[in-house]
């Protein structure tokens, strides 16, 4: 049996950690939750990258080492490159921002802005957790959007590097963690500390916002909502002129927000995607059976009470995965 590829193998260390980090942040009951998830999802991250590098370095470990220059007897720095070790006498490995600036520069391996500004977000959550022992409820709720901004960018770039879909495992973070009465995420103060942290973290998002024609994020928006179920027991919704009964309302910005795409969008982002796409009849085969799915498309028509007046498609991002299984993904991240 042949060996496995040394990038391989920390692919998959990189992929139990981020395992691990879900599943202690989805604990019904745990004190030091967003702390562990922003310690083991970059341990993660600083996996899946020295994999990445060692996948282009021909999977030469020198290419992880850490080298340094030591002082001579005539006090000056040697020109002579010396592997630094730890306490222990073992080799010491490069930190996760030297990973990324050797793949950039060494290898030519851009990661998208969006990538390292949620990295750097998780840096200082990870950076700061002494300086708290719980996060509170909005703190939680940052760390949760930019936690599952993270699963995401991590789950693209192993099916674009490595051609594994994580997907199969359902990954998620549930969002229990920070379940307050409405408006309490804004009521509770703060520590000091904390409250510099938020700040910082609101600015990487509010400042940097996600790259045009990619598939990663700095943060994604998770709203939490409680409804009746579609039971016997659940209210009947009748359209009624009683001025006191409740109201319900979809507007344009919500729709716009679920199916955020038009025809020329969604177009742009394919031909930025795959290697192989080209906007010809295979295209619109593809295309045309999925407008008829609400699960990616809807369809806003001039006049609403007539199905064959003009009509616009919009395009829920999920559509993405269904042209991946017709399509070669781009090996550059920046073509995403």
Same mark, same amino acid.
């Given at each position: ?5 040394? $990038? ?18 989805? =604990? ?7 702390? +562990?998830?922003?310690?083991? &999802? ?50 010491? $490995? ?33 950076? *700061?957790?002494?300086?708290?022992? *719980? ?7 940052? #760390? ?14 192993? =099916? ?8 199969? /495992? ?9 379940? #307050? ?26 400042? $940097? ?8 994020? #700095? ?5 939490? +909502?409680?409804?009746? +179920?579609?039971?016997?027991?659940? &209210? ?26 038009? /025809? ?43 199905? *064959?007046?003009? =009509? ?5 991002? *999920? ?18």
């Amino acid at each position: 049996m042949a060996a496995i590829p040394r $990038s391989v193998r920390f692919f998959r260390k990189a992929e139990a950690a981020l395992l691990a980090a879900i599943e202690l942040y989805n =604990k019904p009951d745990f004190r030091y939750r967003e702390e +562990s998830f922003a310690i083991l &999802a970059l341990n993660a991250w600083e996996l899946l990258l020295k994999a990445k590098l060692l996948a282009e370095s021909s999977n030469r470990p020198q290419c992880l080492y850490f080298y340094e220059k030591r002082q001579t007897k005539k006090k000056t720095l040697s020109k002579k490159l010396y592997l630094r070790k730890n306490r222990s006498g073992n080799l010491q $490995s490069i930190s996760l921002g030297q990973v990324i600036t050797d793949l950039e520069t060494k290898k030519s391996v851009r990661l998208s802005a969006s990538i390292k500004r949620n990295l750097d977000g998780l840096v200082e959550i990870r950076d *700061n957790a002494v300086h708290f022992i *719980n996060a509170g409820p909005r703190l939680s709720k940052q #760390v949760l959007e930019l936690g599952t901004a993270s699963v995401k960018n991590f789950i693209e770039l192993a =099916k674009t590097w490595f051609n594994l879909d994580l997907s199969v /495992y359902n990954l998620y973070l549930m969002p229990i963690g920070f379940v #307050v009465p409405p408006g309490a995420a804004t009521s509770i103060s703060a520590s000091p500390d904390e409250e510099r942290l938020i700040r910082y973290l609101a600015g990487l998002v509010k400042e $940097s916002g996600d790259d045009p024609g990619t598939d990663f994020h #700095v943060a994604l928006e998770v709203n939490l +909502s409680f409804k009746r +179920s579609a039971t016997d027991a659940a &209210a009947v919704v009748a359209v009624t002129n009683d001025p006191s009964a409740p109201k319900l309302e979809m507007t344009e910005e919500n729709i716009r927000k679920i199916y955020p795409w038009d /025809y020329r969008q969604l177009t742009d982002r394919l031909k930025k995607r795959y290697i192989d796409f080209k906007e010809n009849q295979k295209y619109h085969d593809i295309r045309k059976p999925l407008v008829k799915d609400p699960r990616f498309v809807k369809s806003r028509y001039l006049d609403p009470g007539n199905p *064959n007046s003009a =009509k616009k498609d919009f395009y829920n991002p *999920n559509v993405v995965a269904e042209f991946d299984k017709h399509y070669t993904l781009k090996s550059s991240t920046t073509a995403m």
